[in-house]
């Protein structure tokens, strides 16, 4: 439904509305040239306007002067026309155009902006290359896919907040110029000109006030936020992405998870997809077991399994070394495909990429046996009872590694995913959301020698974690849980550290001795000190979820004036650099050196 409107003397309808019910109709329509034909006699304009197209027609005979003006018009031009809705005749009914039954006959029209060439064109959905998309994004925003994912992503947005305004959340917003909030990336900081030498960051999220929020009574908080991380710009990432981000007081995982599986629900139907809930569960350990990675993808099958009491005790050199070296040998099926030599030659390749040492690869025969390199070197009884955890039947295809439980992991669930796409193992339009749930408290960072928190450092341990958190951090809990959709982790969060004590606990075992814990989360801590409730939240990428549900790849095609993998704007030419006399007010001298100034 085309929003209302209000005539006036551009326009009296939308294009979109001029539908078969209008005919006979006086109509005053307005917006670009989205093409023109001159029929050498006749001129046609198609008309676009945010709600669609109509065709408007010039005739020379009853109507010159209009005519004479749609002469001059080109494409993108901003016109007014205005004239009677008439049935199109039989032959010339467009059935692909909502508005394909009618045209306007123009009696006139009004010029009101010309335009340039555009640099590409608008009227076609032709790939253009995105680094001329962008710096022409209001040309590309006009075209028709991109004005419909800003519209999905919008209702999405909209349906979240009714969601979340019906179960009684208050949306409020928190400052953008702050002080490091740590989720791990690096900060963006702004210089305070007020304060030569003293710098904001600009907020990796809201943790701390939404925590602070939980501590001041408003027990239920929702914000559509934006967030900055200076990180390389891996994959889909932007610097700066919009976040739903939730938090809730008196509250456990099991009711954080309630609302969470409620709002998502909300958001997707808004993107008419219909999310199952409640969505089912995985511990850390069983996804990193079973799938290779804590972000699943249930759309497939093809799980990891272990081999090891199969192959306890076996000849086999590789495999025994590995084994009884505490590492794990573990295998998928790939299903009966057949693979050519160099195709098995490059998978070894991938799994080797992935960090493995080697892959085995093996057919199973029909009878006994297998077809495989490692076939003689290991026996009957073994090649059995692999095939049989691996449920192969002949014809199967089963691939091997042997190497440290990560290594494994790894590699297998990389290639569980490259062979699923290969194999056309992956349903379209199969929407499988799951909860990751007993994640480990921290991570050990060989690089730093120091454990690093896995989620972030107010995430709680488990009550059972705590008696001997600082003795074996490596296998303390969170009580912190992950929404993966189809291999992609959806968002995040946890139940919060509400004691200051066990807060002072947590940053010690990161390496955060108490006065250093003071000085940089000291105002969190002492909020703690003053009745906490207990509290827990959850954050969402609101981009990926705009970007799966209008069915684009990238998350640039959501957002309305993204940066590109360097993290420029070609549009506005950002981040440019500023000039001495504004550098000279923030007492700073920049040293260019080694890299050289954005464009
Ligand atoms: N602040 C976390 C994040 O941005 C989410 C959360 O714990 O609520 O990932």
């Not at 305004?165 to 900060?187: K, N, V």
């Not at 939730?246 to 309630?258: I, R, T």
């Not at 494994?408 to 995913?417: E, S, V």
């Not at 993204?562 to 440019?576: C, E, H, M, V």
Request: hydrophobic share 40%.
């Amino acid at each position: 439904m085309p929003p209302e409107l209000r005539p006036n003397a551009y326009r009296d309808t939308w294009s979109g509305d001029v539908l078969s019910d209008r005919v006979g109709e006086q109509v005053r329509v307005a917006g670009w040239v989205h093409r023109r034909r001159d029929h050498g006699g006749l001129v046609f304009v198609d008309l676009r306007d945010r709600t669609g197209i109509v065709q408007v027609v010039f005739n020379p005979e009853t109507e010159p002067a209009a005519h004479s003006r749609s002469h001059e018009l080109r494409s993108e031009w901003v016109i007014s026309a205005a004239g009677e809705v008439v049935r199109r005749s039989a032959e010339t009914v467009n059935p692909d155009m909502p508005t394909g039954e009618v045209e306007i006959r123009a009696t006139a029209v009004d010029v009101l902006a010309a335009a340039e060439t555009p640099a590409f064109p608008v009227d076609e959905d032709t790939p253009v290359d995105e680094a001329l998309r962008l710096r022409h994004r209001y040309l590309d925003l006009r075209r028709e896919p991109m004005q419909h994912a800003l519209d999905m992503r919008h209702r999405v947005t909209q349906a979240i907040r009714d969601h979340l305004h019906a179960g009684g959340f208050l949306d409020i917003e928190t400052p953008i110029l702050t002080r490091s909030t740590p989720e791990g990336a690096r900060d963006f900081v702004v210089p305070a000109r007020m304060q030569r030498g003293s710098f904001y960051a600009l907020p990796q999220s809201p943790q701390l006030f939404k925590q602070l929020l939980m501590i001041a009574g408003f027990e239920r908080y929702y914000q559509i936020a934006r967030c900055f991380r200076d990180e390389a710009l891996r994959a889909d990432r932007q610097l700066e992405f919009t976040q739903l981000d939730m938090e809730l007081a008196f509250v456990g995982e099991e009711d954080v998870m309630a609302v969470t599986e409620g709002v998502l629900a909300a958001a997707f139907a808004a993107g008419g997809v219909d999310l199952p809930t409640p969505f089912p569960r995985l511990s850390y350990d069983d996804a990193i077991a079973r799938f290779g990675t804590d972000r699943p993808d249930a759309r497939f099958g093809m799980e990891i399994h272990d081999l090891g009491d199969s192959l306890r005790g076996t000849e086999f050199k590789v495999f025994r070394g590995v084994l009884e070296g505490g590492g794990v040998v573990r295998g998928i099926n790939a299903g009966a495909h057949d693979l050519s030599r160099a195709e098995l030659d490059r998978l070894i390749e991938f799994a080797q990429g992935q960090g493995a040492g080697g892959l085995v690869w093996a057919y199973v025969e029909e009878g006994a046996g297998w077809r495989s390199p490692g076939a003689k070197c290991l026996s009957e009884a073994e090649q059995g009872a692999v095939g049989s955890a691996l449920a192969a039947a002949p014809g199967d295809l089963l691939l091997l590694v042997a190497d440290d439980a990560g290594v494994a992991a790894q590699t297998l669930g990389a290639l569980r995913l490259e062979l699923g796409a290969r194999f056309d193992l992956i349903p379209e339009d199969d929407w499988r959301p799951l909860w990751v749930t007993d994640f480990p408290l921290v991570e050990w960072n060989d690089d730093e020698g120091r454990w690093d928190a896995l989620h972030h450092p107010f995430t709680s341990p488990t009550e059972e974690s705590l008696a001997d958190l600082e003795q074996h951090p490596g296998s303390a809990r969170a009580r912190a849980y992950d929404v993966v959709l189809n291999g992609v982790e959806l968002g995040g969060g946890s139940i919060r550290v509400n004691r200051p004590e066990v807060q002072y606990r947590v940053l010690g075992v990161l390496g955060i001795e108490r006065a250093a814990a003071d000085e940089k989360f000291g105002f969190l801590i002492e909020a703690l000190k003053h009745g906490a409730p207990p509290h827990g939240g959850i954050a969402f990428g609101l981009d990926r979820m705009a970007a799966l549900l209008a069915r684009r790849e990238s998350i640039r095609d959501v957002i309305a004036f993204p940066k590109t993998a360097t993290g420029q704007d070609p549009l506005t030419g950002a981040p440019a650099p500023i000039d001495d006399a504004q550098l000279k007010e923030l007492g700073i001298r920049v040293d260019t050196q080694g890299t050289p100034p954005a464009r």
